[in-house]
């Protein structure tokens, strides 16, 4: 594949939510006790009340065997919904992608939950007193957000009382863990196969975005149940950026210095092929476009 730069190829600028099919079926199964309320609204649609963290289930036909036995997902204070990730090995990166997506082993020792969505413009509402976004919509991703930003976030929402309460730590996942999240188990260029002719099921892009975010939730998920994996808004990750190792590595974090740090999964602007899992750029940590987003990990205690 060829490689393109910013300039030429990178063309960046600046439905309500629904809920996962993995927790509608598994209601329809099993019926909704008083336990299982808060996954109705998982995008915390209630602006003025804040929840206590609860969980709900995974569907057994939808969730993998590895997600089953991680237990349930968690929705927490804001009303997010987090997914249980198995720990596993993959091959990070891509043969045919770009000269800086070098192939090569990674393996992660620990599961970890992930946010099923972006975090939305209410959520961060609620955290940070404040809303930067260009697109407003408070179901639509948060935007307009650097790194230092989304870090300030995950601080905060880690230190309100009821998650300190629960035990849950946020930060921002680091670039192994989001293209594994992202690959879902599989070794395609996307994560429903090599083609990009269906990734305006799973995206919003270029194609038709409209030039837009859109409310979080409205194409198809992975198959670990995650939504807006591609597309929507870039999502920050943890890392400084640089070179990848060539050889095999376990739970990389990344160089412990650099200049710029990690975003992932293309935006209502980019074509499809910086929609691919293995596709990687980097941004200032002090820099704000209202196509920068972020989803976060929660380490449960």
């Known amino acids: ?26 209601f329809a199964m099993l019926g909704c006790g008083s336990g ?149 188990g599989t070794k395609t260029t996307y994560s429903f196969g090599d083609s990009d002719s269906e990734l305006g099921d799973y995206a919003w892009y270029d194609e038709n975005s409209g030039l837009t975010t859109h409310p979080v939730g409205g194409k198809k998920p992975n198959g670990w149940g995650l939504y807006d994996m591609y597309g929507n808004v870039w999502e920050w990750c943890q890392d400084y950026y640089a070179e990848y190792e060539k050889s095999p590595v376990a739970d990389p974090r990344g160089p412990t210095s650099g200049s710029s740090r990690v975003v992932r999964g293309g935006s209502w602007f980019s074509d499809a092929q910086f929609s691919r899992s293995a596709y990687r750029y980097r941004y200032t940590p002090d820099f704000r476009n209202n196509n920068n987003g972020f989803r976060v990990v929660c380490e449960l205690d």
């Open 1 to 26: 594949m060829k490689t393109f730069g910013f300039a030429q190829g990178h063309r960046e600028k600046g439905a309500s939510m629904r809920i996962s099919p993995i927790v509608l079926l598994l």
């Open 36 to 184: 299982s309320e808060p996954a109705k609204t998982p995008a915390g649609s209630d602006g003025n009340q804040t929840q206590s963290p609860k969980t709900v289930t995974t569907d057994k036909q939808v969730a993998s065997s590895a997600q089953l036995a991680l237990g349930k997902p968690v929705v927490n204070s804001v009303g997010m919904l987090l997914v249980p990730i198995p720990a596993g090995t993959f091959t990070m990166g891509e043969a045919n992608g770009d000269d800086n997506e070098t192939p090569h082993k990674v393996t992660l020792t620990q599961p970890f939950h992930l946010g099923q969505y972006e975090v939305t413009q209410e959520q961060y509402e609620k955290v940070m007193g404040t809303n930067p976004s260009n697109f407003k919509g408070g179901q639509n991703p948060v935007e307009q957000v650097s790194w230092n930003d989304a870090v300030e976030f995950c601080r905060k929402l880690s230190a309100l009382p009821a998650e300190k309460k629960a035990g849950y730590v946020y930060r921002l996942p680091t670039e192994a863990e989001w293209e594994y999240a992202c690959r879902a």
